[in-house]
């Protein structure tokens, strides 16, 4: 919409894009601890801003692979409810493995609860949140009560050319 806007929360890393009807969109930088003041302690100046009609995730260092996921909700409803999200562990064999290698996020929108992976290296079989997955990307809603993980789109990464 020509008169969307992206309004970032002065605390926390998220955003929401706005417009003159009262749409209000959450927009989460899933790369980016949920904190502020977290990226200070970690001298790091990554953020997610405009420049110009252009939303623009920046992260600034040197690295062989690079995933910045950010998760727009375009539900209304969203915006409205209490969230957070955070970056998992991810294992690999009983070793943690680095953020060029693999990542894992865990979302949260109200009562909903996401987990997101991506492989950056060659298939293994790894493992975050009680997830083991050989896959390149995987999504599934996640049930806090009973730990179960419903497969929403797995990637299998022979299909990738990793």
């Known amino acids: 919409?020509?008169?969307a806007r992206f309004k970032p929360a002065k605390k926390s890393t998220e955003?929401?894009?706005t417009n003159q009807s009262g749409a209000r969109c959450l927009v989460l930088?899933?790369?980016l601890p949920e904190w502020r003041r977290?990226?200070?302690l970690e001298g790091r100046s990554d953020e997610l801003t405009t420049v110009g009609e252009n939303l623009v995730a920046s992260a600034i260092g040197r690295v062989d692979r690079l995933?910045?996921?950010t998760l727009i909700s375009l539900s209304?409803?969203?915006?409205k409810q209490d969230f957070t999200w955070r970056q998992l562990t991810v294992g690999d064999e009983l070793r943690i493995v680095g953020p060029e290698e693999a990542c894992a996020t865990r979302v949260q929108i109200g009562v909903e609860q996401w987990l997101i992976y991506r492989s950056l290296g060659a298939p293994?079989?790894?493992t975050a949140?009680?997830?083991h997955t050989m896959a390149d990307f995987y999504a599934a809603r996640f049930d806090a009560e009973d730990g179960q993980v419903d497969t929403l789109i797995e990637v299998d990464a022979s299909t990738t050319g990793v």
């Open 1 to 3: 919409s020509p008169d």
């Open 15 to 17: 955003g929401y894009v």
């Open 29 to 31: 930088p899933l790369y």
């Open 38 to 40: 977290q990226l200070s």
């Open 67 to 69: 995933y910045m996921p």
């Open 76 to 79: 209304n409803h969203h915006g």
């Open 124 to 126: 293994r079989r790894r």
């Open 129 to 131: 949140l009680g997830m």
